[in-house]
T-cell receptor, first 116, second 109 residues
Framework: GAGVSQSPSNKVTEKGKDVELRCDPISGHTALYWYRQSLGQGLEFLIYFQGNSAPDKSGLPSDRFSAERTGGSVSTLTIQRTQQEDSAVYLCASSLAGGSTSYEQYFGPGTRLTVT | KNEVEQSPQNLTAQEGEFITINCSYS?????LHWLQQHPGGGIVSLFM???GKKKHGRLIATINIQEKHSSLHITASHPRDSAVYIC???????????FGTGTRLQVFP
């Protein structure tokens, strides 16, 4: 079946503009994660959605970052008033569920964001 | 100190060599993941384990919960194994993954 897809694959934007990044998880996966990988840095957690529960936003670096997940499927990560330090690869992953049971996470190809 | 430490950071090998990458963590975990990231490519999950040992082809992953340590082994390494290998732990109290900084492996023919 189809894996996790993300769009766009690349995005170049001017400093101060808003951007929206999209993630389509694997069908039937109730857990969805956003991560960020800055150049030369490791991966960092941003936000996690599990079913209808309130999302875990503890990894969002500032209030310019927000995310939503509509209908328990597609998710959009929005960055307002982008800054150069926002340049990174933004990765989405999904898994069957979260909670007390660990499931394998399946990663999308990522969106490479460049803020000029 | 990072909660997840990997060693070595960089590793070069000749084709056919046996490779070991180590991961140590300091938090209580419910699972540990080994991920592979090829240059310019996406991330692939290799293993998820919470105890013991798993094997898939030439790859073997082990974990010692008491010692908070995991190893990823590659037998008969091949140039196509060249990639960044990332250890990530799922914190016991949350669903978040905490990532190591990765080990960059280059296998030369």
């Amino acid at each position: 079946g189809a894996g996790v897809s993300q769009s766009p694959s690349n995005k170049v934007t001017e400093k101060g503009k808003d951007v929206e990044l999209r993630c389509d998880p694997i069908s039937g996966h109730t857990a969805l994660y956003w991560y960020r990988q800055s150049l030369g840095q490791g991966l960092e957690f941003l936000i996690y959605f599990q079913g209808n529960s309130a999302p875990d936003k503890s990894g969002l670096p500032s209030d310019r970052f927000s995310a939503e997940r509509t209908g328990g499927s597609v998710s959009t990560l929005t960055i307002q008033r982008t800054q150069q330090e926002d340049s990174a690869v933004y990765l989405c992953a999904s898994s069957l569920a979260g909670g007390s049971t660990s499931y394998e996470q399946y990663f999308g190809p990522g969106t490479r964001l460049t803020v000029t | 100190k990072n909660e997840v430490e990997q060693s070595p950071q960089n590793l070069t090998a000749q084709e056919g060599e046996f490779i070991t990458i180590n991961c140590s963590y300091s938090v209580g975990i419910s699972a540990l993941h080994w991920l592979q990231q090829h240059p310019g490519g996406g991330i692939v999950s290799l293993f998820m384990l919470s105890s013991g040992k798993k094997k898939h082809g030439r790859l073997i992953a082990t974990i010692n919960i008491q010692e908070k340590h995991s190893s990823l082994h590659i037998t008969a390494s091949h140039p196509r194994d060249s990639a960044v290998y990332i250890c990530a732990v799922r914190s016991y109290n949350t669903d978040k993954l905490i990532f190591g900084t990765g080990t960059r492996l280059q296998v030369f023919p």
